[in-house]
């Protein structure tokens, strides 16, 4: 996967090993890179005292149309909400000006003492602001 120079944007050729045998791009494998971009995207924000641990409560993805085998994509990772104790993200699938998929990824943010939930950090939310959609 190639980085852009804003995080959170990964431009990719869909691989073969992506595909099934009607050559469109495996479901899963949409998951998975947008995966990967929200970790990249999450690795710029700023380091904060006392950060929650946050794990997925939704995973979801929205399909328009399939992608092929060696066709370029584009996956952006964006804020699409913000609340006390979660994060919505949203990752755009895109090839040439069409969007081909979303995928919607919500993350609530817990204590690391006790897993109890937990309040976002002011700076954290700060950082979000400035990407949402």
């Known amino acids: 996967m190639s980085q852009s120079k804003r995080p ?13 045998m009607n050559g469109r791009m495996f479901l899963a494998s949409y998951i998975s890179y947008a995966e990967s971009v929200l970790a990249s995207f999450w690795s710029s924000r700023p380091d904060v005292d006392d950060e929650p641990v946050y794990s997925p409560s939704k995973v979801s993805c929205m399909l328009h149309r399939p992608l092929h085998y060696d066709e370029p994509v584009t996956f952006t990772a964006s804020v699409d909400k913000i609340g006390v104790r979660s994060i919505g993200f949203l990752i755009a699938v895109e090839t040439s000006d069409e969007r081909a998929a979303e995928v919607e990824i919500i993350w609530q943010a817990h204590a690391p003492e006790d897993r109890s939930p937990a309040s976002l950090p002011e700076e954290t939310r700060d950082w979000l602001y400035r990407f949402l959609d």
Do not use: L, S
Not at 8 to 20: K, L, M, S, Y
């Open 8 to 20: 959170g944007v990964t431009e990719i050729h869909v691989p073969f090993r992506d595909v099934d």
